[in-house]
């Protein structure tokens, strides 16, 4: 059974950091990526960061100078470094992770059931 078990969500005051990691499990067909989505309440689900096992990042733009995102292909790990936070980073997170079946073109992802981060004084 494929699983993705997420960790690190909390409650943080502003200007505060948290570290969210993830990792997966039972994915046999190969990972091509993996990534951080998040949706806060009433909007819609938008992405965080994201990587792929080439190493190429792609960050939404609000927070490109105060996230990291990092990948251990071997471990199939992901985690987001989350520095400077605002009120407006509150939101429940996602894990994502990207395959594609071996020896085909088909690919698809599976998602994490989320962690919530809550950024308040």
């Known amino acids: 059974q494929v699983q993705l078990v997420e960790s690190g969500g909390d409650l943080v005051q502003p200007g505060g950091s948290l570290r969210l990691s993830c990792a997966a499990s039972?994915?046999?067909?190969?990972?091509?990526?993996m990534g951080w989505y998040r949706q806060a309440p009433g909007k819609q689900r938008e992405l965080v960061a994201t990587?792929?096992?080439?190493?190429?990042?792609d960050y939404l733009d609000s927070v490109k100078d105060r996230f990291t995102i990092s990948m251990d292909n071997a471990k199939k790990t992901v985690s987001l470094e989350m520095n400077s936070l605002k009120p407006e980073d509150t939101a429940v997170y996602y894990c994502?992770?990207?395959?594609?079946?071996?020896?085909?073109?088909?690919?698809?992802?599976?998602w994490g059931k989320g962690t919530p981060v809550t950024v308040s004084s």
């Open positions: 990587i792929t096992i080439g190493g190429t990042t």
């Open positions: 039972g994915i046999i067909d190969g990972i091509y990526a």
């Open positions: 994502n992770v990207g395959v594609r079946v071996i020896m085909s073109s088909f690919r698809y992802s599976y």
